[in-house]
């Protein structure tokens, strides 16, 4: 999953994107409106953590942009805690959650992870395909009750097919969403990622859609003989 963070205080922006790095998010970073809302437009993010003082351009600007372009990832926002007008603007500009400073990185982490989850279509921190069960808030993966070992990328791409099951996700999109800005991005490591996790889990559970990419689907029951 990968989360652009628009902060422009230096030291809370560093923070937060060492907290969302250590969850296991792909992560790129802003400091002014600008360059943020630059970045919205053109790189796909499952979510978007934005601060609503920002130089160049105002954080409600930026957001009322993003949503006037269609651009629909989900948006959670930073306010000062005295300004609670901003919070309604920010719900009114297309927000989907907020967030008052001073804060809990932990708090942050689980409201990126919960509107991850919504805008995917899932109301629980459990993901579940098949005998494969994935605990968003801790990154451990079981199948059929035994703890499985996955590598970062590996549960990067893993993560991403359970929160879009029965989807067919192109090899780019996959690129796109497990990899930061700066990543020297290479599409033969999906492969590899791929069939690694057919190895640990089953190699049902992904299946290849000939020239459009992958899909995660829970395995045929085994029909008594």
Known sequence: MRVLVVEDEPDLQKQIKHALVEAGYSVDAASDGEEGGFLGDTEPYDAVVLDLGLPKVDGISVLKNWRQNERNMPVLILTARELWNEKVSGFDAGADDYLTKPFHMEELLARVRAIIRRSAG????????GPVLLDTRTGKVTNDGESITLTAHELKVLSYFMHHQGRVVSQTELIEHIYDQDF?????TIEVFIARLRKKLSPELIKTHRGRGYSMVSPEPTQPS
């Open 184 to 188: 020297d991005r290479d599409s033969n």
């Open 122 to 129: 899932h109301a629980s921190p459990l993901l579940e395909c």
